[in-house]
Each structure stands twice: as C-alpha cells, then as structure tokens.
C-alpha cells in the first residue's frame, strides 16, 4: 500500500510535465476578396519551407478558409493564388515559444491581368517519382498563353518529338494517351497533345504501357512502349473550351507567288459528367498552323495538303456503364521531289546509285473505335473493345535512275534507266475484342476471358513501266529491259485469339498467375499479272513469274506460368512461357504445300526496388514472337523498282526476341534535380534479315532469311535541374548510345555490321520575366558502321541540330515570337556537308475581354529553304536524301478562343458583390 502512494505523486508530476511541454505550432486563416471581404472558396494555398523553397503542405480553401498544424519551427512563406485575383505572398516564422495557433487573413485583389496569365510563383517540384511512374508538375515548367500539352512535352526532361509530332521518352514510342487517367483519345495520342492546351493540366504522368490483360488483372505485362497520362488541375475537370482559327497567305511552292496558301479548323472540349471533344483541320501548308504555329516544321518532305475531323464522346459520371466512342477521318495529298545519293556495300566492289524522283499520293482514312465497360458490382467485369478503319490510297510516281559500279580496277555507269509507275489500294480493318474478368473475396483472385477477332482487306490494281539499260565495263550496251505490266492484288488477313488467365494468391503479397493463349491467322495473297500485247494493244498477256495465288496458316499456343511477389520495397515477378507453333503454306499457283512445326520456350522476369522515396530502380525482361508476313514468305519478285528487285521465301522461320530494360529514376526534393537512366538491350534468334545477290548489269535482287546472333544495347541518361530561382525556368542534359551487331547475306557471304553511336543534347527552358519565353535545343548525334566484308568502305556520320524559340510580349497586348532551326549533316565519302536552315516568327494582338480574339501575322520558311536532307545508314548501304520543301509562306490569320469553367463564374459572382 504504501508503494503504491509513492507511485501516485510520480504519475501527477509526470503528467504535469508532459502537459507543460506546448503542442506543435499551427496555422489558421481565410481567404477573402479585398474589397467585398467576402470568403473565396477553392483558392489554392502552398505552404512553402525557407530557405529550402520545398513545398511542405498544399490544399484548396473551404468556407471554413484553411489550416495547417503539426509544424516545426522555422521560416514560412503562405503563397495565396485565385483565378481573376493577383498572387498574395506572407512570410511569416514560427519559434518554438509561439502560441499554439497562428490567425491570419489574406486579402486578395483583383488583377489587372488577363485570367489565363495568372501564375503561383511557387518553387513547385519539377518531378516526383512514385514507384515506376514519374510525374512532372506542369506548374514547374512555365509555358508561354495558348500553348499546348506538345509545348509542355517538349520542356519536359527525357521526352522528345519528332518532325511528325510522334512523341518518345527514353528512347521508347509513347503509344498511349490518358486523361485523368481514362481512356478518351483510343486512336492517335496526337490527336490529344496537339489540341488540348498546356493549362488546364496539373501533372503528366509517365509510365510503362501495360497490356488489357496487365489491367485487368494487375500482373505486369509490358509491351515495349511508354504511355502518358495527362491529370487535369482541379479547376479544370468542368467547363468547356476550344477555338476557331482561319488563315489565308501566299507562298508554299518554293517561291513568293501567291498561291493561295490557307489553314482554317476549329477545335472544341466539354468536360464534365461527359466528355466530348471535337476537332476539324483543312490546310495546304504542311500542318504549319492550326491555330498556332508549329514546332514540328513542315515535316519530312513534299508539299502537302492535309485535312481531318474527329469526335470523341465519353460518359464520365460514376456509372457501371462507361462508354467511350471515337469517329474520325484524315487525308493528305502529297506532291513529293526527291534527288537520292545510295552507297551500296559489295563483297568485291561497291554501287553508287543517284535518282531523281517525283510523285503524287493521295490517301484517305476512316476510323471508328469504340470501348465499353460495365462493371455489374465490385465482382465481375465485361469490356468491349472495337475498331473499324477503312481506307483508300492512290499514288503515281516516275524515276530517274543512274547507277556506277566501281571496282579496284575501275568505275563505270553500269545501269541507266526510268521508271513510271502507279497503284491504287482499297481495304478497311476491323478488330473486336471482348474481356470477362472475374474476382472473388479473396484478394488477388481473378479469371479473365479474352476473344479477339480481326480482319484486313485489300485491294490493290497496280500499273509498271520500266525500261533499264545495262552497260558493261567498256559502255557498250549490254542488255534492254522493258517491263510494261498491269495486276490486281487482293490480301485478306483474319485472325482469332482465345485467351484464358487465373490468379491464385499463395500469402499476402504473393500470387500465382497462369494463362493459356490460342492464336489462330489466316492469310490470303492472290496476284494477277498482265503484260502489254503490242500486238492486241491491251494487257493481256499472263505473267506467270509474277502471278501466284498463296494461303498461309499460321497457330501458336501459348502455355504461360509466373509468380509475383511484393515485400517492402521490392516487388519482383519470375515467369516461363511455353509456345507451339505451326505454319501451313499451301501456294495454289504450282501446287505445293510447305509446314513447320517449332516448339519454343522463354522465361520473363521483373524487379522494382524502391530504396528510399524518391528514388525507384526497374528491370524488365520479356521475349516475344514475330511471324513472317505474307509478303517475306510470297515467292514473288516486287518489279516495281527494277534496281531493287524483292522476292519472298516460303522458308522462313518465325523470329524470337529477348528484350532487356532497366530503369533508374531520382529526384531531389532539395534542390530540385531529377535523374533518368535506362538502359535497353535485345538478343534475337532467327532474325529476319535480306540477302543480296547482285544480278547481270548490276541489278540487286533481295531475298529474306533468318539469321542468328544479331543483337543491340542502348542507353539514355538524362539530367535535370532547375536554373537558379525555380520560377526563372530550368533545363536538361541528355547523352545516350547504342552499340549492336546486325547481319546480312550479301552475294552469299556473311556481312557482319558493327554499329557504334553515341550523341549529347541538351534543352534550356527560360523564363526571365514575366512576359518573356525563351526555349533552346542542341544535340550532336555519331555513328560508326563497320562491315566485315568489306572494311575500306566503313562509314561514319555526323549530324548537329540546333533550334531557339522566343517569345516577348510588348505593351499592348502585341506579342513578337520567333523560331530558328539548324541541322548540319557532315560529309560522307564525296558528298559534302549539307545544312538546312528553317525560320519562322510572327507577330499578333490580342483582343477583347480576357484576350480571347487574336489577329496574327506568320511567316513560315522566312530563308525560303526549299529542300530539306536525311541521312540513313543501313546493314550494307548508307544513302542520302534530299526533298523539296514548301519554302516561305507568309499567312495572315485570325483565332477566336472561348472557355468557361465553374471557378470562373465563382469569380466573376464575387466581383459584382
């Protein structure tokens, strides 16, 4: 008893003391309009730490206005934004003998400014790595008003786009586009990134692509690429926006006359409970303006009118039922000049070919595409996926041909000649697939039930006329060939899959996964061939060479078995894929049936090792299988180069790849740094590759056959850090390389090609006041080709690409931008170095309230650079290309935006108060 009366006196004291030790700091405010003194709501609040500038807390104002509690002691800053209102920042510092609460009221007055320009200037962290994913905060890479999600990509560490707009991360295609984490653009991710503007977006999100069967049953399953997600601000989820642009100009055939250049579109987005998106494009400049000048140049080559209309639908509300439906079209005509320097590699002598070519395309799509999900409760799910694709194509095209063979006893012209050809193509595609997932209360099992259909027709009337002279080494006359022929191809593909997988949890975090997958295709090839009767005056004399009328079947099963675990920081998968092949090929034409049989097995394996936040580890191995197609296995010559004659092989095997990829990502919350390595490699066996036999009068035919030990290893690293004060901008360092061992049959010797390439680039994203954009690239690019068979003629090419973009806004609303591009090709043997140059800049004003209509003044191809050059190395050849450009255009335009979202009426609700 008395112990216990000891004990009493110790627990009051020690629940005095714990109570005089004080509760941390806290801070407690509203938001309100100066003027009104009335609450805003949904005002964004960043509670920022000095000296660092890390953000420690983020959150929206209720009506109740906002608090932060928990904080330790030290230096803060309160960074207040609201649309329509100017940014209110309060520092203030919290010791350790502060009161419990700190009470503060933020007034906010409204700014002079347009809406759209309203920027918090807060040291937002450009990245944030979340296990395989990295997610750039758009807000950390300021922008220039109207630009797009393609003008955010391109600022982004790691991410580049090509001339044609097609985006790749680390190397890998993005093949997929997300918003806000939902499937809306099913058709070209482009569509997306090149319509939606940059500011209604609050994070992009990039990850790995994952199959159906990977999301549906949460075994990884990766297919190569990279997709994008685009996460909406929270403002930004309701409301509508777009634009109607129309242009007129001059220009656009390599010289000032007035042509009557044009662009006029419009494009328009509902969000909310649904979503619709429409869009709608004609222009004869090369896709240089659609509504804002683009970054992507006039493309590739040709001068090109193009034209497109989209629609998209998706029911958003939270429903069983979500049903998402695109619907478009898109055409091009092309006319298309090209002047072609080819090297040829020989085992004993070497071919130097020029070419001059003109054509006219015209091609015409359609798509439809439709996905549906219901999700009758939280047990069973059913999804539709269907495409439907019909197109029409037409194209004429003449050459000028020109080939010298050149030997260690001499040169020569040993070919001469000139082609004019033409064809004409019809076909549509149709896929349907359909997915039954089931699940059970037991966590991580589930039954999925796939069918796949699919189905391709074509077909293709075609006309040939070529005439070669062969030389021999003395110039005489050695052989005339005159190829007059029209045919008729028609392809059909039909396919049909059948697929089942179950998963099986063994202990929390580790589940057993096994599936079965039946692959049945089914193709079609008949050609009809006729040559010209000078005597009749018609085609109608049969080309048994070229005719041929082929089937082939081809079914591969499956028997696939993994296991996946995750434990702390690790999260691994080991699997075994067992594959049955058989090949039937039944040529009807001479009667002769030809099957293969192959039994083939490999393993797949991941990791991903998250040591510490912030920081994520990821190795991927996968094999994969590639049949031939219809044409490498067709034993049919392809007259339609005469130079460069094709012919099938019934003999093919299938192709089997193992793929590799690491991937090491970090970023640094303190200084706001971020680092991307990954690196890539592929080992194939039975490679589908050419062999070259060079036939009388130096013509080549080529043949396919499977190789073995081909293999490649590639790497990208890439450095990103702010420049100075976060809000002034940042920048990137990127070098990759690759190193691979292809092989090729050249006169019936091996010919291994060594390839070695490395290159750096780096991108400058400037923001030095407010009105000002300032954006830069460089980039040196290297390749080495060494080929076994003839080591005097290895090759090494040379490219540098420099482009500046900037951007000022004068007083007035009158803004002046311009846009420099410089690619330098060096020198290849006696071709000289060759540069392209490519200006452009406008100047336009804007009008009305909240700027919404905009007169602009664009010149495009100021330099009138008409031509552009390409350089490609190949397993024994190296060739450059030059093609005709549209040169200076020059376009007088006018775009009207409209947009309204919720917290913009909130807004304009508080100022009439």
């Keep these: 008893m008395h112990k216990l009366l000891l004990i009493i006196p110790l627990l009051l004291l020690f629940s005095r003391q714990i109570q005089a030790q004080p509760p941390l700091p806290a801070i407690r405010g509203q938001v309100q309009d100066s003027a009104t003194k009335q609450p805003l709501e949904d005002a964004t609040i960043y509670l920022v730490h000095l000296p660092d500038n890390t953000i420690q807390r983020q959150l929206r104002t209720t009506k109740r206005g906002f608090s932060f509690s928990n904080l330790t002691p030290g230096n803060y800053r309160i960074?207040?934004?609201?649309?329509?209102?100017?940014?209110?920042?309060?520092?203030?510092?919290?010791?350790?003998?502060?009161?419990?609460?700190?009470?503060?009221?933020?007034?906010?007055?409204?700014?002079?400014?347009?809406?759209?320009?309203?920027?918090?200037?807060?040291?937002?962290?450009?990245?944030?790595?979340?296990?395989?994913?990295?997610?750039?905060?758009?807000?950390?890479?300021?922008?220039?008003?109207?630009?797009?999600?393609?003008?955010?990509?391109?600022?982004?560490?790691?991410?580049?786009?090509?001339?044609?707009?097609?985006?790749?991360?680390?190397?890998?295609?993005?093949?997929?586009?997300?918003?806000?984490?939902?499937?809306?653009?099913?058709?070209?991710?482009?569509?997306?990134?090149?319509?939606?503007?940059?500011?209604?977006?609050?994070?992009?999100?990039?990850?790995?692509?994952?199959?159906?069967?990977?999301?549906?049953?949460?075994?990884?399953?990766?297919?190569?690429?990279?997709?994008?997600?685009i996460k909406l601000k929270k403002n930004r989820k309701t409301g509508y926006f777009g634009k109607v642009y129309a242009g007129v100009g001059s220009g656009g055939d390599g010289t000032d006359d007035l042509t009557g250049s044009y662009s006029a579109g419009a494009t328009a987005t509902s969000l909310g409970q649904n979503w619709l998106f429409g869009s709608a494009n004609i222009n004869n400049i090369n896709n240089q303006f659609t509504g804002t000048d683009n970054k992507n140049g006039p493309g590739g080559g040709g001068i090109q009118t193009f034209n497109n209309a989209q629609l998209n639908f998706r029911n958003n509300k939270e429903s069983k039922l979500n049903v998402t439906i695109n619907a478009g079209t898109n055409g091009s005509h092309t006319t298309l000049n090209t002047s072609t320097q080819r090297k040829t590699l020989l085992t004993d002598s070497s071919l130097y070919q020029n070419s001059y070519s003109q054509s006219q395309s015209h091609n015409q799509g359609y798509n439809g595409n439709a996905f549906v999900e219901y999700k009758p409760d939280t047990f069973n799910l059913i999804n539709l996926r269907s495409s439907w694709s019909p197109a029409t194509s037409s194209s004429s095209e003449k050459d000028t041909v020109g080939i010298s063979t050149q030997k260690s006893t001499g040169s020569w012209l040993s070919n001469q000649g000139h082609t004019n050809n033409s064809n004409h193509a019809d076909g549509y595609s149709i896929n349907n697939m359909v997915n039954y997932r089931r699940r059970w209360h037991l966590a991580g099992r589930t039954l999925l039930i796939s069918l796949n259909q699919s189905w391709q027709h074509q077909s293709q009337p075609a006309s040939i006329y070529n005439l070669v002279n062969n030389y021999d080494s003395t110039g005489a006359l050695q052989l005339q060939t005159l190829t007059n022929q029209r045919s008729a191809q028609h392809n059909n593909n039909q396919g049909y899959v059948g697929a089942v997988s179950y998963t099986e949890p063994l202990k929390p975090g580790h589940i057993l996964d096994l599936s079965y997958r039946f692959n049945h295709q089914v193709g079609k090839s008949d050609r009809q061939s006729y040559d010209y009767d000078s005597l009749t005056g018609k085609y109608d004399h049969p080309d048994t060479l070229t005719t041929n009328h082929f089937i082939n079947y081809n079914t591969i099963q499956q028997f696939s078995a993994g296991y996946n675990a995750t434990e702390g920081k690790y999260r691994y998968q080991l699997g075994v894929t067992l594959q049955l092949s058989d090949l039937d090929e039944h040529n009807l034409t001479d009667a002769t049936n030809f099957g293969q049989h192959q039994l083939n097995w490999y393993p797949r394996a991941s990791l991903l090792y998250t040591p510490e936040k912030g920081k994520t580890f990821n190795f991927i191995y996968t094999a994969n299988t590639t049949s031939p197609t219809i044409q490498q296995l067709q034993p049919l010559p392809d007259l339609t180069n005469p130079f460069l004659v094709r012919v099938g092989n019934p003999d093919l095997l299938q192709q089997i790849t193992h793929n590799f990829n690491g991937n090491y990502t970090a970023f640094n919350s303190r200084n706001f740094q971020n680092l991307q390595i990954s690196l890539q490699g592929d080992l194939t066996q039975h490679q589908i590759t050419t062999a070259t036999d060079i036939l009388s009068g130096g013509i080549q035919q080529i043949q396919y056959v499977n190789v073995n030990d081909v293999w490649h290893a590639s790497s990208n690293i890439t450095y990103g850090f702010p420049l100075g004060d976060q809000r002034k901008g940042n920048s990137s360092i990127g070098i990759h390389g690759h190193y691979g061992r292809d092989i090729s049959i050249v006169n019936e010797q091996k010919d291994v090609t060594t390839g070695l390439g490395w290159g750096a680039n780096m991108k400058l994203n400037f923001h030095p006041v407010e009105k000002m954009f300032i954006e830069g690239f460089a980039g040196v690019d290297y390749t080495n080709s060494k080929y076994s068979i003839y080591p005097t003629q290895n090759t090494q090419t040379w490219q540098q690409t420099y482009s500046i973009d900037a951007s000022y806004e004068l007083p007035g609303a009158l803004t002046i931008a311009s846009n420099y591009n410089l690619q330098v090709t060096g020198s290849q043997g006696t071709l000289p170095t060759r540069s392209v140059s490519l200006w452009n800049a406008s100047i336009y004003k804007d009008f009305l309230r909240d700027r919404r209509l905009q007169l602009r003044f664009s010149a495009f191809g100021i330099l009138n650079t008409t031509s552009n050059y390409t350089q490609t190395v190949g397993l024994n050849y190296v060739e450059t290309r030059q093609a005709n450009l549209p040169g200076r255009i020059l376009l007088l335009s006018a775009i009207y935006r409209f947009r309204k979202f919720p917290s913009e009426k909130k807004s304009s609700s508080n100022t009439t108060k």
Excluded: C, W
């Design 79 to 229: 960074i207040t934004s609201y649309l329509g209102y100017a940014t209110d920042t309060l520092t203030l510092t919290l010791s350790a003998t502060d009161s419990t609460l700190r009470q503060v009221r933020i007034l906010l007055q409204h700014s002079a400014h347009d809406l759209m320009q309203v920027v918090v200037h807060a040291s937002i962290p450009p990245a944030i790595v979340r296990n395989d994913t990295i997610a750039f905060n758009a807000g950390a890479y300021p922008t220039r008003p109207n630009a797009t999600v393609e003008d955010l990509l391109r600022k982004l560490p790691g991410i580049d786009i090509d001339k044609n707009g097609n985006i790749t991360m680390q190397g890998q295609k993005v093949d997929k586009i997300y918003l806000d984490g939902k499937e809306f653009f099913l058709n070209d991710p482009r569509t997306a990134t090149q319509n939606l503007p940059a500011d209604i977006v609050d994070q992009i999100e990039a990850f790995d692509s994952q199959s159906e069967k990977a999301r549906l049953t949460g075994i990884k399953e990766t297919t190569g690429a990279k997709s994008i997600n």
